[in-house]
């Protein structure tokens, strides 16, 4: 069998593999992609793309129904859940051509699809053939995990490599899982028409948010007409499809059970790490299962590295692409590239939206970090008004001098709006930097420097106004 020897070996084709191959074919390198499905991975076909497209057909349905709120006749739209995944698929046909094999080919990629495994740390060994690289990146991403709750072996579930190929009615949705996933999911469904329970064991939505701002999502849920349900416990679940009993106890109450005809589990991801044959490369993982990497992305194989949801613990697009550019500065060029720790942005698109960057006051206060916070409302943003958006806030997280320590936006395009304290954090700025930049008016990136003016203003002490109007003859009270 004839050896191929490649610069690189990328094992796994989502959005981290993809950056990493590319990247590395721009730069002269020989490169190998090996796939075991299709290229896009979970973010094209299952994940980003897919619920996002799936949003925006349920806000379009939710403005339908409250019309009335703009001065409009509302009405509540005849919902066929076959054409709003037709729909979803059709985004996703339009954004695959990027992800498209042979693009790849053409950039002098060897594509290769099939599952495989390492055979010993310089080999991976994909149906038969044997290939050997320089440098390894192992980019396979993660999956849903599947809870230990009895009988669920036995009933239909949904999961969200699943629930996008629906084309029945789903008259009762049980959610299982209160972070990002069970929450859009669940939002989406209800302006959809369904009946929806959202479960979750924790005491709030969204646990790695601060209280505040999961209370603002929780509030907008329950007004939709979702039933939410803390502190619950998943124990049993029976029945067939169309007909579900889901058994789960909260907090120290008996046991109760509420019926559904659909199970939607979003109680979170699992590393793809298993059948690669990584005991036989040298390559370790931590106790939950994702690879162990240095911060220079570096296995304990110095020369495979791994980028993307498979190192976890920031499980985003925009992570794996980032990790991907620091793996092929470390592989190609040995360049002591290091992977950012500190301002790494993220987004739950639930209307509305719950952007964070930075430290979040929850953290500030656990790691005994010095801080002020300051907070501004979208209620009192003139454009917020006019859009009849005027949920949630802004918040950000100060040292005492004033540094910007983290921000956090619930409100509507939060998504968008972050980005300015991302290059704030990123540039080590102060609150008074926001608040001295001129913002167009009206928009709603005008909470941005309004936020950071409540800093100011918090240094406007009665002493210091005092001195002030001694310093400068200033007459008024």
């Known amino acids: ?108 990629i060897e594509v290769i699809f099939g599952a495989g495994r390492f055979s010993n740390p310089h080999v991976f060994e994909v149906d038969g053939r044997r290939l050997t690289a320089k440098n390894f990146v192992i980019a396979t991403g993660s999956r849903p995990a599947v809870p ?46 369904s009946e929806v329970t959202l479960i979750e064991r924790g005491p709030q939505l969204l646990p790695v948010e601060d209280r505040d701002a999961a209370a603002v999502v929780e509030r907008c849920l329950r007004a939709e007409g979702v039933k939410v349900l803390l502190d619950s416990e998943a124990l049993h679940i029976t029945g067939r499809a169309g007909d579900l009993q889901l058994t789960f106890k909260q907090h120290t109450s008996a046991t109760l059970t509420i019926g559904g005809s659909h199970l939607l589990l979003a109680a979170g991801r699992r590393a793809n790490s298993e059948s690669l044959g990584l005991d036989a490369a040298g390559v370790r993982l931590d106790e939950r299962g994702y690879i162990r990497t240095d911060p220079r992305l570096r296995t304990t194989a110095k020369h495979i590295y791994a980028c993307g949801d498979v190192t976890g613990p920031y499980l985003f697009t925009h992570m794996a692409e980032h990790q991907a550019g620091v793996v092929l500065r470390n592989a190609l060029f040995h360049l002591p590239a290091k992977v950012e720790q500190r301002v790494i942005p993220w987004c739950t698109y639930s209307d509305p939206e719950v952007a964070r960057v930075g430290l979040s006051e929850n953290q500030a206060r656990r790691q005994g970090i010095t801080h002020q916070v300051y907070t501004f409302p979208f209620h009192d943003i003139d454009r917020a008004q006019t859009d009849g958006e005027t949920d949630g806030f802004a918040k950000i997280i100060t040292g005492p001098q004033g540094k910007l320590l983290g921000a956090t936006l619930v409100g509507p395009h939060a998504g968008e709006l972050i980005h300015e304290y991302v290059l704030a954090l990123a540039n080590g700025m102060k609150a008074k930097d926001l608040s001295g930049v001129i913002h167009i008016y009206p928009t709603l990136a005008q909470i941005n420097r309004r936020v950071a003016d409540q800093r100011l203003k918090a240094g406007l002490t009665p002493s210091a106004k005092k001195w002030l109007k001694r310093i400068f003859r200033l007459r008024g009270k």
């Open 1 to 108: 069998m004839r050896k191929t020897e490649f610069d690189l070996c990328v094992i796994g084709g989502g959005s981290g593999g993809l950056v990493a191959a590319a990247g590395a074919a721009a730069l002269g390198a020989n490169v190998a992609l090996v796939e075991k499905h299709r290229l896009g991975g979970d973010c094209l076909w299952t994940g980003c793309v897919p619920s996002k497209a799936l949003l925006q057909t349920a806000k379009v349905a939710h403005l339908a129904r409250t019309a009335q709120r703009y001065g409009l006749p509302g009405h509540s739209p005849r919902v066929d859940i076959g054409q709003v995944m037709d729909r979803v698929n059709s985004v996703i046909a339009t954004i695959e051509v990027h992800d498209n094999p042979q693009r790849f080919r053409d950039m002098g």
């Open 148 to 193: 230990p709750i009895a009988g669920l072996a036995d009933v239909p579930f949904l999961t969200n490599e699943t629930v996008f190929t629906l084309r029945e009615p789903v008259p009762r949705l049980l959610v299982l899982g209160g972070g990002p996933i069970g929450v859009e999911m669940a939002q989406a469904f209800a302006r959809l028409g």
